[in-house]
Nanobody, 115 residues
């Protein structure tokens, strides 16, 4: 069964950029749908971006034009490039891997956007 570990979070000023990475272990990474979610304090977890095994991509409206999701099946990784960050992007970001009955979550990585 796949396991995922996020990295790349941190503190960044408004307007800055961060790149989150998610490393997956296990077999058949290339056929998993991979996604990034986030959860801000006091709010529900929400989908940020998703990329399917066929490289179909969708973004939350809040992420469109600023965030880019990508995957590297040779390295078993999925990344989220975040540009033009805003204070409202502050949240714990989670990587998710989904295939049939498998739904794996990482521990999350904190992103804080503040001056």
């Amino acid at each position: 069964q796949v396991q995922v570990v996020e990295s790349g979070g941190g503190l960044v000023q408004p307007g800055g950029s961060l790149r989150l990475s998610c490393a997956a272990s296990g077999s058949f990474f290339s056929i998993y749908t991979m996604a990034w979610y986030r959860q801000a304090p006091g709010k529900q977890r929400e989908l940020v971006a998703v990329i399917t095994s066929g490289d179909s991509i969708n973004y939350a409206d809040s992420a469109k034009g600023r965030f880019t999701i990508s995957r590297d099946n040779a390295k078993n990784t999925v990344s989220l490039q975040m540009n033009s960050l805003k204070p409202e992007d502050t949240a714990v970001y989670y990587c998710n891997a989904q295939l049939l009955h498998v739904n794996a979550w990482g521990q999350g990585t904190q992103v804080t956007v503040s001056s």
